[in-house]
């Protein structure tokens, strides 16, 4: 039976990731000045999406005048991660690439934060342009909390989203509590051939 969980799940935050800019920085994001950081925010979440596997949310930048000259607060849901600092002297044409590269660094380990219940059932609608059947059985043996906890660990462990095929098999395989749910689907990735945990589709 098709946990009711799955019906009329709430949209996530708005202000997922957060990024706030010192006024040192501001010339990245100053469309007089080119603002080379927006259409780099704007491939980086595109480059996101086709390797993870999940979209994110339009990241939401604001000033802080009180951060030290080119600095990058970086926030997760209202929270410090850490910061960016832009190298040189000035911030200049190509300082978004340190950005980016930046970003990616503290947001490793974090990723499993993005899995929220409202992300899960957006993840699974995805799956369903290649997948539908799988879905369906996954959504008919597994609740969405289930799914949510397993699709964390896996992300947790490091394993991409995108190989949609080999994981929403391994959950329509795993059996038991949650934890065993979670061991299994595991198993199964770490145990794939080589390549095929992060292969598209």
Excluded: C
């Amino acid at each position: 039976m098709r946990d009711p969980e799955w019906d009329g799940v709430p949209g996530y935050p708005l202000d997922e990731l957060e990024l706030k800019l010192s006024r040192g920085v501001l010339p990245l994001v100053d469309p007089n000045k080119v603002a080379p950081l927006l259409p780099a925010l704007r491939k980086w979440r595109r480059d996101f999406q086709n390797s993870v596997g999940f979209s994110l949310n339009p990241v939401r930048l604001r000033n802080d005048i009180h951060l030290p000259s080119r600095t990058i607060e970086v926030r997760l849901k209202g929270v410090p991660l850490g910061n960016i600092v832009v190298e040189g002297e000035y911030v200049q044409l190509g300082s978004e690439a340190q950005v980016i590269r930046d970003l990616n660094y503290l947001l490793t380990g974090h990723l499993q934060e993005f899995i929220t219940t409202s992300r899960t059932h957006q993840i699974l609608n995805q799956s369903t342009i290649y997948h539908n059947d799988l879905v369906k059985q996954v959504r008919t043996k597994h609740s969405l909390r289930t799914v949510q906890k397993v699709l964390k660990e896996v992300v947790a462990e490091g394993h991409w989203l995108i190989a949609r095929k080999l994981w929403l098999n391994a959950l329509l395989r795993a059996e038991g509590s949650d934890d065993q749910v979670i061991s299994q689907v595991l198993t199964t990735l770490s145990s794939s051939p080589k390549g095929e945990a992060t292969r598209s589709r």
